[in-house]
């Protein structure tokens, strides 16, 4: 991931509302969410969740599909797991996390984990 794409996914979830509706198509699975699913899940109008589903399409964080007359949200595993790669991809000095030990940390532990 390139430091322009994790600057707009974080912008993405740097919203309240978006941030939910990220976290429940999260906990939603592969099989993801209708909008109306959505709306009732997080008690928001159906045009407010309109324009947050958009943006975090645009983000890449989320895909639709059309299913018959339904259209369908899923989370972007691929995107949200290459975010959180690029933000601990320099975390304790290039060592896997719980690998190497840090000052002050027991060993196996993380400062930054």
């Not at 997080?42 to 975090?56: N, Q, R, Y």
């Not at 989320?62 to 933000?87: C, F, H, K, W």
Request: proline share 5%; with cysteine; aromatic share 4%.
């Amino acid at each position: 991931m390139e430091e322009k794409d994790a600057v707009l996914s974080l912008a993405a979830l740097a919203q309240a509302m978006r941030l939910r509706v990220f976290r429940a198509l999260v906990g939603a699975g592969p099989q993801g969410l209708t909008p109306g699913a959505l709306s009732a899940l997080l008690d928001v109008p159906a045009s407010t969740l309109s324009f947050h589903l958009k943006e975090l399409m645009h983000a890449g964080l989320v895909t639709q599909e059309r299913d018959g007359r339904n259209l369908i949200y899923r989370p972007s595993i691929q995107q949200m797991n290459d975010l959180l790669a690029y933000l601990s991809a320099h975390c304790c000095q290039g060592e896997p996390c719980g690998a190497a030990e840090v000052a002050g940390t027991p060993a196996g532990g993380c400062a930054g984990c």
